[in-house]
């Protein structure tokens, strides 16, 4: 067996290309006699189209086409719900109708023969609305139950109203986040080129099989007629889970033009069509014995959804489990407004909800008098007392120690406003995080043919925490290979089905499946050298057989060998395809990784400036396959949760939706300035029980627990408890 590929901090085996521009992206596969389109958005909130003038744009010159509900063709938009799609409601159909729904909505498209030309036409569209007030707040809305069977709308158990009432020590506190939107990189693109009734989209995705399995169904096309391709995405954060109009638009306009057609959002359309993290307001309260034991949880959360779909994400779950607490009561309720349908972005639902149960954590050990860490340490369950099942492994115990250890939190002086550094104000915080191991059904394929490395193939996506070199190590050590004698391949509809790229599940469940697949080539291949006549191991047990680096041999008998190169040349291609999923006995356990993060902020007392000097995270995330990819997600995440503690919020005009902060001038994001030292730890965790390989993903549970770190580190150092997200200079001064 050769040396193990798991666990050691390679380098991506992607990076070259994507540093030399060898990486093709979406919008960089361009096709022979393309045109280009470029979608009109909107200007109104709600209402309805009642004129488009196309005549001035349509004698410009290159103009091909322009497309609007007036001329479009009608499209039968099968039924089809995704395991990302809104359970209930139905997506929008793109021209079908004069309805506007929200600012931005696409309601026409032009085709041209260059992207000026395209953009010069759009300009001159002239469409006229009959417009009304888009409802827009999220407080005062009648609100539904969310649900839909994904998320529990109501849950409760004992008598939390009652248990606080009768609690020595209690907190009640309203929590706000604003609207947030994703920002990757790379903007979403498609190219779209048509054969007949066959379809190929090179199309920005982290879920192709759901894009072609959508696009298949808006066109009545039979699932193989569309196939979908996007080896590379430059960012998503879940963005680009869904398939947004544009994808329809961008198809729609190249079987209009019987040609390519290629079609890229702009930074501002970004911010109209392509999802964003949902506005929340929540409740917590809080009551506890003196001593610090809780005794009452009440978690109410509301989150903005749109009128034609109702998005729901795990808002008010993580109280059920992370505490131990008898009397626990959450309530989750969706407001439908006039906006286009919030989608998941990094950390959702939780990062959201642990915001506010965190920081309601904080409030009640300054309450009590008590250390934040101690309060958290005396609440530690024994299992996950909202499921009545057992933690298939819960290290949180672990992450406090060596988290705060490497920060110094022992350190700490209790009291606000107490620490300084000369004039600063200087701010210790800290917050538990957790996030659900999630694992999805997944299929891969291994393949030997002739003298080139072994083929592992699977319909994944990669947004850039190194999937191709993590997947690379699973499948070199199950095949007893170097991890430069496999070539892993992801990002088509026509490989093996994949689940989408997100959640954290990618290498739970990708990983699995590659491992399986991996793992029966390997068995295949020792089966066919035993039943080979041409083979030294010829007659040899299968069971017995051993691999080094492509050498298949006898442990007992190292001169009996033969080679995967050997046996191809004899026996032509090896192949095995596998599929995995989590069966149903592993549903008896709650799995969940955690962490712990500690963050110091410093505060100009005149200025009311706030600065992340440092954060420390330690995480529980069962298996490390790849140190260097981890740290670096967690570093990634890390930075995310700054963001979205003290810069990130999407501000709609009142009157129309309109987002007035729609470009990366106006809607903040840290850079590197903005970041301070950041460490990442990882608590060493065997979990056999969560998948074969033990891993639990890390993607979003380091942004979970730091934008709450980072306001509680704000309170300890001013005294003041700012409640909403994000924390600006105004809310100190």
């Keep these: 067996m050769t040396d193990a590929a798991v666990g050691k901090p390679l380098p991506r085996i992607d990076g070259f290309a994507k540093v030399t521009g060898a990486a093709h992206y979406a919008a960089e596969f361009d096709q022979p006699g393309q045109a280009y389109a470029v979608i009109v958005s909107a200007t109104i909130g709600l209402g309805r189209i009642t004129a488009i003038g196309t005549k001035a744009a349509e004698a410009l010159p290159g103009v091909v086409a322009i497309l609007s509900h007036r001329n479009a063709p009608r499209l039968p938009y099968g039924g089809h719900k995704g395991p990302i799609d809104p359970a209930h409601g139905e997506r929008l159909h793109i021209f079908q109708d004069d309805a506007v729904r929200f600012f931005g909505q696409p309601v026409a498209v032009v085709i041209a023969e260059t992207l000026d030309q395209a953009e010069h036409a759009a300009s001159m569209l002239c469409v006229t609305y009959e417009a009304r007030t888009p409802t827009l707040p999220i407080e005062g809305v009648a609100t539904i139950p969310a649900g839909g069977g994904r998320v529990a709308a109501d849950k409760a158990r004992g008598n939390a109203d009652a248990a606080l009432a009768a609690a020595p020590v209690k907190v009640d506190s309203t929590y706000r986040i604003a609207r947030e939107n994703h920002n990757p990189m790379e903007p979403h693109a498609t190219i779209a080129a048509w054969s007949g009734e066959r379809l190929t989209l090179w199309s920005k995705s982290q879920f192709v099989v759901n894009e072609q399995a959508e696009i298949a169904a808006i066109f009545g096309l039979p699932l193989e007629n569309v196939q979908v391709i996007c080896p590379f995405v430059g960012g998503g954060f879940g963005t680009s889970l869904r398939t947004w109009p544009h994808v329809t638009i961008a198809a729609m306009a190249a079987r209009y033009a019987g040609r390519p057609v290629k079609l890229v959002l702009t930074r501002k359309q970004m911010f109209h069509t392509t999802g964003h993290r949902p506005r929340t307001v929540q409740r917590v309260a809080l009551g506890a014995e003196a001593g610090g034991t809780l005794a009452a949880l009440v978690h109410e959360g509301t989150g903005e959804t749109s009128r034609y779909e109702e998005f729901v994400e795990a808002l008010t779950g993580i109280g059920s489990f992370l505490y131990s607490c008898p009397n626990v009561r959450t309530r989750y309720r969706l407001a439908p407004t006039d906006t286009a349908t919030p989608t998941y972005m990094r950390g959702p639902g939780e990062a959201s909800g642990i915001f506010a149960l965190e920081c309601a954590m904080d409030e009640l050990a300054a309450a009590l008098a008590m250390d934040p860490l101690a309060l958290r340490l005396a609440n530690e369950p024994a299992t996950d007392e909202g499921a009545n099942r057992p933690f298939s492994s819960r290290s949180l115990r672990e992450c406090y120690a060596l988290a705060a250890a490497r920060f110094g939190w022992a350190r700490r002086d209790a009291r606000p406003r107490a620490m300084r550094d000369g004039r600063l104000l200087i701010g ?283 306001a509680n580190a704000v309170f300890h150092a001013t005294g003041r408890r700012i409640r909403d997200l994000p924390i600006g200079i105004e809310m100190l001064l």
């Design 428 to 710: 210790w915080g800290m917050a538990a995080a957790t996030y659900p191991a999630f694992q999805g059904p997944a299929s891969a394929r291994a393949r030997l043919a002739g003298n080139r490395p072994v083929e592992v193939e699977t319909a994944a996506s990669d947004m850039g925490p190194g999937t191709y070199t993590a997947m690379t190590q699973v499948a070199a050590d199950a095949l007893g290979l170097r991890p430069d004698q496999v070539a892993f391949r992801l990002g088509r509809s026509d490989f093996p089905p994949a689940p989408p790229h997100g959640g954290s599940m990618t290498m739970a469940s990708v990983g699995s499946a590659v491992h399986a697949a991996a793992g029966a080539l390997r068995d295949r291949a020792a089966g066919i050298a035993v039943a080979d006549p041409g083979s030294p191991l010829f007659g040899a047990s299968a069971a017995e057989i051993a691999v080094h680096e492509g050498r298949l041999f006898l442990p007992a008998d190292p001169a009996r060998a033969d080679t995967y190169v050997a046996l191809v040349a004899r026996n032509g291609t090896i192949a095995a395809d596998a599929s995995t999923a989590r069966g149903e006995a592993a549903q008896q356990a709650s799995m969940h990784a955690f962490g712990a993060v500690f963050a110091e902020v410093a505060i100009d007392p005149d200025l009311a400036t706030v600065r992340v000097r440092r954060a420390v995270g330690a995480y529980a995330a069962g298996r490390i396959v790849n140190p260097l990819l981890a740290r670096s997600q967690c570093l990634g995440g890390m930075v995310g949760g700054i963001g979205m503690a003290l810069m990130e919020q999407t501000v709609l005009d009142p009157r129309d939706g309109r987002p007035l902060n729609a470009s990366m001038a106006d809607y903040l994001v840290p850079v590197n300035l903005d970041i301070g030292e950041l460490d990442a730890l990882f608590v060493p965790e065997e979990d056999a029980e969560v998948n074969p390989l033990g891993v639990k993903g890390i993607g979003e549970i380091a942004l979970v627990g730091m934008a709450p770190a980072i």
